[in-house]
């Protein structure tokens, strides 16, 4: 069966960095989307990167420029580099994969996706 292991999250002052990691084991699918979620306390899970079975890329506005989502050369891991971190950015943060949604423009919606890890934690500081 499908796993997603989530590695990387931690602590940092505003302006800080950090590299989210993904392991992935368990399919075949080689036209699985993956995707990197959010969810702060109270809050709704939001998206924050897509990469499709393509390589095409997608971020939620307010990551765009400072986070960037990849995919290990062997195609099991994924990534997520965050940079110039922000106190909101602070969240639970879950690596997802499925099969690439019907719409590129869907990424972000959180049923889409089949698999979910149990997440990590990234806390920004003022």
């Known amino acids: 069966h499908v796993q997603l292991v989530e590695s990387g999250g931690g602590s940092v002052q505003a302006g800080g960095s950090l590299r989210l990691s993904c392991a992935a084991s368990?399919?075949?699918?080689?036209?699985?989307?993956m995707g990197w979620f959010r969810q702060a306390p109270g809050k709704e899970r939001e998206g924050v990167a897509g990469?499709?079975?393509?390589?095409?890329?997608s971020y939620a506005d307010s990551v765009k420029g400072r986070f960037t989502i990849s995919r290990g050369d062997t195609g099991n891991t994924l990534y997520l580099q965050m940079n110039s971190l922000k106190p909101e950015d602070t969240a639970m943060y879950y690596c997802?994969?499925?099969?690439?949604?019907?719409?590129?423009?869907?990424?972000?919606?959180?049923?889409?996706?089949?698999?979910w890890g149990q997440g990590t934690q990234v806390t920004v500081s003022s």
């Open positions: 997802a994969a499925g099969p690439n949604p019907p719409s590129s423009d869907d990424w972000h919606i959180p049923q889409h996706y089949d698999y």
């Open positions: 990469l499709d079975s393509d390589g095409s890329t």
């Open positions: 368990g399919y075949t699918d080689s036209r699985y989307c």
